[in-house]
């Protein structure tokens, strides 16, 4: 009769002991789950902290999604931080790395795209507007100056793709110049199209202007090679895209690719345009707005809370 009690006694205390284990269990998740750090439940703006990891200051991208934390209530508490575009990218490559979430100002053509699963978050107000394009721009007087370079430069026009092998090859290693010269001899048709009726030259000189951007780092590249194929010795001058557009305007630059229209460098065209000589695009459909990786669940600028 004792061993019988004892026996009882015994799994009732186990019993017991269990419900308690439970019950600590459960107030251990609720307390994890408080604070919104690890949790499933937490919004994808207490996820990233509220910010938005931008690029250069000053960039119409940047002027632009000052505009989105302006017109969207859903960005109300978020925050735009000014960075670079390399850093941007590389807080990016580290978030993707970890399967973290993260929030970054974007555009195509970029390398980012071709590497990662990235997705555009849907901007309903039509903040970031239309594709635009990437077009060319020179100095007043290169057409008298120095016809046959000119002539390249009103020529030259490539697509996304063509653009992306080239920022691919760079981001793996590969030095700009490298990588340019590689695209020049894989793509020799495209290149003879380029320099059709360019006389050669001799040693003349000619300044391109660029600004630091993954894209017009390769397009710059690009059309130097194909310059310097035909006699040119090109020097490459890196500004940010104010000066960029002031040194073409004032002629310390004779010309640049990298003008992005109708709207990131809408405020430069505006100021500068009539100082110019402007060629058209050489790249149609580019595109920026803000980009999260497709893991993120969010597909639109006002899902972002």
């Known amino acids: 009769m004792f061993k019988k009690k004892f026996r009882f006694l015994g799994l009732a205390m186990v019993l017991a002991l269990s419900f308690v284990l439970a019950a600590c269990g459960s107030g251990e998740s609720d307390g994890g789950s408080g604070d919104g750090e690890g949790s499933s439940s937490a919004s994808l703006g ?10 250069e200051p000053g960039a119409g991208i940047m002027k632009a999604t000052t505009k989105a934390l302006e017109d969207y209530e859903s960005l109300a508490e978020w925050e735009l931080i000014e960075s670079s575009s390399a850093a ?80 691919v090859d760079i981001q793996e290693g590969m030095k700009p110049a490298e990588a340019a010269s590689k695209w020049v001899e894989e793509n020799s048709d495209k290149v003879a199209k380029w320099t059709e009726g360019a006389d050669k030259v001799d040693g003349k000189e000619i300044s391109l202007a660029f600004v630091a951007w993954d894209s017009e780092i390769a397009s710059t590249n690009v059309v130097a090679k194909v310059l310097e194929g035909i006699g040119y010795k090109v020097e490459l001058v890196q500004l940010d895209a104010g000066p960029m557009f002031t040194a073409v305007a004032n002629g310390d630059a004779d010309g640049m690719v990298a003008g992005w229209l109708p709207l990131t460098h809408k405020d430069y065209l505006e100021e500068y345009g009539d100082k110019m000589e402007r060629l058209g695009p050489n790249l149609e459909g580019a595109k920026t707005g803000l980009v999260v990786p497709t893991y993120v669940e969010a597909d639109s600028i006002e899902d972002l809370k």
Request: aromatic content about 12%; glycine content about 6%.
């Open 46 to 55: 207490e996820q990233v902290d509220y910010k938005i990891t931008g690029i």
């Open 88 to 167: 941007m990218a590389s807080e990016l490559q580290k978030a993707i790395e970890d399967k973290e979430p993260i929030v970054v100002t974007g555009w195509t053509p970029h390398w980012m795209f071709s590497k990662f699963d990235l997705k555009y978050l849907e901007d309903p107000k039509g903040v970031y507007g239309e594709a635009e394009n990437i077009e060319t721009f020179v100095r007043k007087g290169l057409k008298d100056d120095q016809p046959s370079a000119y002539k390249v430069l009103d020529q030259f026009h490539w697509t996304s793709e063509d653009m992306g092998a080239v920022m």
